[in-house]
């Protein structure tokens, strides 16, 4: 009796074995929380063909667009801990909208589980051909020249271009005028139009202005100079301690089991090792930089401090 006892027990037990021992068995969604076509999307993109091959079953991008990317954030904050709804992330949805949004449904910290680091990506600093200035040093002098006359382009109140946009200030002492658009691509063709002066935005789309001369690149945010540009020198040569990174990251509802995250988080960063990854990343201005759960936690954290002062600093508030 003992023995037909202890088979049925294991024979129970077998049936209950924990999902994320044979995750994933269907379709995985990949939630992108901004419209299709951006660099967060195409990174997205490049994850879920992968994986699906990797697996052998469906990783399907889904853009839910909208309000700086809470949208898409918030659905993914509602979703079941299982692994099946995953979230390519960003500065702007998980870390610098919990300070500038008044009303989310959602807790960045409470209701995620960071999986990996993906990409960092540098904003570039950049200057209407108008303006003298030729370097980092010579911009801040022109800025203390003409306080407050200088006018700045940002691709909307809030956005890691605005912010950045202030963090430079701060950080140099001086003082503009914030022009807000609604994209990049509306500030490049300001600026080119030769209706703003400056902007510290998408290298991803100011590069190719900047090597066809109708845009003037004084240096990038991050705190490596881009392999895009090795030339271009960083803010940080100039202003100790500037560092004004985008970045993308993975992350799932929290509650997710540890296996799938270690599943997910090892499987991120050999897709980000592979070299026609790399190369399509560096097209995009972006540097590949996968991380464990822990050490992507640690950097959130970080960067969820930084964020908030700078955000406190500009006054910005969305409702």
Same mark, same amino acid.
């Given at each position: ?6 088979a ?10 924990p999902?994320?021992?044979?995750w994933?068995?269907?379709?995985v ?15 997205a993109?490049i ?7 990797k697996?052998g ?11 700086? *990317? @809470?949208i =898409?954030t /918030?659905?993914v ?8 709804? %995953?979230?390519? #992330? &960003? ?11 008044t009303?989310?449904t ?13 990409a ?24 203390k020249?003409?306080a407050?006359?200088?006018n700045? *382009? @940002?691709s =909307?109140? /809030? ?9 430079f200030? %701060?950080?140099? #002492? &001086? ?16 600026m ?13 789309t ?9 845009v ?6 991050t ?10 020198p ?7 301690g ?11 509802p929290?509650g997710?089991?540890?296996?799938v ?9 050999r ?21 464990g759960?822990?050490?992507f ?12 002062e ?5 006054g910005?508030?969305?409702d």
């Amino acid at each position: 009796m003992r023995v037909v006892f202890a088979a049925a027990l294991a024979a129970s037990l077998a049936s209950a074995a924990p999902a994320q021992e044979i995750w994933p068995q269907r379709q995985v969604n990949v939630v992108v929380p901004f419209a299709a076509g951006g660099s967060t999307d195409l990174i997205a993109r490049i994850l879920a063909q992968h994986m699906q091959t990797k697996f052998g079953t469906p990783f399907v991008v889904e853009n839910r667009a909208g309000a700086g *990317g @809470s949208i =898409g954030t /918030g659905y993914v904050a509602k979703a079941a801990g299982d692994g099946y709804t %995953l979230l390519v #992330g &960003t500065v702007s949805s998980n870390a610098i909208n919990a300070f500038l949004y008044t009303k989310l449904t959602f807790d960045v910290e409470r209701d995620f589980q960071p999986v990996s680091l993906l990409a960092l990506l540098p904003n570039l600093l950049f200057v209407n051909p108008k303006i003298p200035a030729k370097t980092v040093t010579e911009i801040i002098e022109y800025l203390k020249a003409n306080a407050g006359k200088v006018n700045f *382009g @940002s691709s =909307g109140i /809030g956005t890691s271009s605005h912010l950045s946009s202030v963090m430079f200030q %701060l950080a140099t #002492g &001086t003082t503009m005028t914030h022009v807000p658009f609604r994209s990049t691509g509306e500030v490049m063709n300001s600026m080119i139009g030769g209706h703003i002066d400056l902007a510290i935005d998408s290298m991803t789309t100011a590069w190719p202005h900047a090597r066809a001369g109708t845009v003037r690149a004084i240096a990038v945010t991050t705190p490596q100079r881009s392999t895009t540009a090795p030339d271009l020198p960083t803010i940080g040569e100039t202003v100790p301690g500037f560092q004004a990174t985008a970045w993308q990251g993975l992350f799932t509802p929290a509650g997710t089991p540890r296996a799938v995250l270690d599943k997910l988080a090892a499987e991120a960063k050999r897709i980000l090792e592979l070299a026609e990854v790399a190369a399509q990343l560096k097209d995009l201005g972006a540097q590949p930089a996968p991380s464990g759960p822990e050490q992507f936690a640690d950097f959130l954290k970080s960067e969820r401090a930084k964020w908030q002062e700078v955000v406190k600093a500009s006054g910005a508030r969305i409702d």
